[in-house]
């Protein structure tokens, strides 16, 4: 199966379980707000998009295009917890999350590593990248801070310079209660979308 074959089955799964939700009832415990009957406002990394109830279309509010695939596909899994979230404080990482240990090279080569090799100490430039996120700054490392991913999700950047014995390096960390709300897959879709918009 192709890349564009799995996200477009991901797509159709969600989209028939997602049929018959009640968004009305289910917004206030996910943390979304109600457009218009036929219609979610989702939240999404910095920006906004609209939903369709109809066809379950995410569609960018400032482009008015369709959003990434993976994008998506990360608001109807959202759309689909049963339980509501919650904030346990306690931070992971993805070593922690289900196979998380056995991908965790491939997850670091497809985000952290490469905001560091192209970061590096530049953290100026870090710092004008982070506005694009929703964001609470923190005292970790040399540069962090708390973004928020989506509903009542968030996740936490910790960047660290290089010197002449260690390279430049940048980890994620998210609440434990991430595991109750996406899939391992998802979550490296989120950390890919976050680094590559640090860039």
Do not use: W
């Amino acid at each position: 199966m192709s890349k564009t074959e799995a996200f477009n089955e991901a797509v159709r799964i969600a989209s028939a379980k997602l049929a018959d939700a009640n968004f009305a009832e289910n917004a206030g415990r996910l943390g979304f707000s109600l457009e218009s009957p036929d219609t979610i406002l989702v939240r999404i990394l910095g920006g906004d998009c609209t939903v369709s109830t109809k066809n379950f279309e995410v569609i960018d509010k400032v482009t008015g295009k369709a959003v990434k695939p993976e994008v998506r596909i990360l608001v109807l899994h959202y759309l689909l917890c049963e339980s509501t979230p919650s904030l346990t404080g306690k931070l992971i990482s993805f070593r922690e999350l289900p196979g998380g240990q056995f991908y965790y090279g491939p997850f670091q080569s497809r985000s952290v590593n490469i905001v560091a090799s192209v970061i590096k100490n530049d953290l100026e430039r870090l710092r004008k990248n982070f506005v694009r996120f929703d964001l609470r700054k923190l005292e970790l490392g040399d540069l962090s801070a708390e973004i928020h991913v989506i509903g009542k999700v968030y996740a936490t950047f910790v960047y660290r310079t290089g010197d002449e014995e260690f390279p430049a390096s940048a980890e994620l960390f998210f609440d434990s209660s991430i595991k109750g709300i996406f899939s391992t897959e998802d979550v490296t879709f989120i950390a890919s979308l976050i680094c590559r918009r640090l860039l």
